[in-house]
């Protein structure tokens, strides 16, 4: 078959080499598996072309009850996906499994209140460079919403989370009571 590469051993060159030596042989590299050295798989292929990676870390929540002015973090019960069990619903918080570029994002939704809502991205802990989603209610509009997204390269067990603030030091802003209003989510890129 034209097209097909087949080996029969595929090893390393050395124990600190990153080469990889392939030898002609009867196995097809068709819609492979690529395999950590406990036997899980990391990346497969298939026939479409489509590559997936069934561990990559991936998260997204979402509170369930009102969120008091000053939240930090916000905690989030609604958890809708969490691929890895690295984000902690208690405290709203992901923790990065390994060095890497992870993407984020939040959507929140204000409430009838005449004021400015901000939502805080807080990478361990602290303010991240005043990245925030700022939500202006000033004029007294119900339902206002807003989003942002980020790209941040984490080391391992370093942590990204939200936080809450109003600027009458007082409004809540809404629940996940219905789905999709509000959400912080996040995956690994690279």
Do not use: C
Not at 40 to 52: E, F, K, P, V
Not at 60 to 85: E, K
Not at 89 to 112: C, K, L, Q, V
Request: glycine content about 10%; cysteine-free; overall charge negative.
């Amino acid at each position: 078959m034209a097209g097909i590469l087949k080996v029969d051993t595929l090893q390393r060159a050395g124990s600190d080499s990153d080469q990889i030596t392939l030898s002609a042989g009867s196995v097809d590299l068709i819609n492979p598996k690529i395999k950590s050295s406990d036997g899980t798989t990391g990346l497969t292929s298939n026939n479409s072309g489509y590559i997936l990676m069934p561990n990559r870390p991936a998260f997204d929540a979402a509170p369930t009850s009102s969120i008091a002015h000053g939240t930090n973090p916000i905690p989030m019960a609604n958890v809708r996906i969490n691929n890895g069990s690295h984000f902690n619903a208690s405290n709203g918080t992901f923790t990065a499994p390994i060095t890497g570029t992870y993407f984020f994002f939040m959507n929140w939704i204000g409430g009838t209140a005449t004021t400015v809502f901000r939502f805080y991205a807080r990478y361990n802990g602290n303010k991240f460079n005043e990245t925030h989603a700022r939500l202006d209610g000033s004029a007294g509009n119900d339902y206002n919403a807003t989003s942002l997204q980020w790209i941040k390269t984490m080391s391992a067990n370093e942590t990204m989370a939200v936080s809450y603030q109003a600027d009458d030091n007082s409004s809540a802003a809404y629940s996940d009571a219905n789905q999709g209003y509000q959400g912080f989510g996040g995956f690994l890129l690279y």
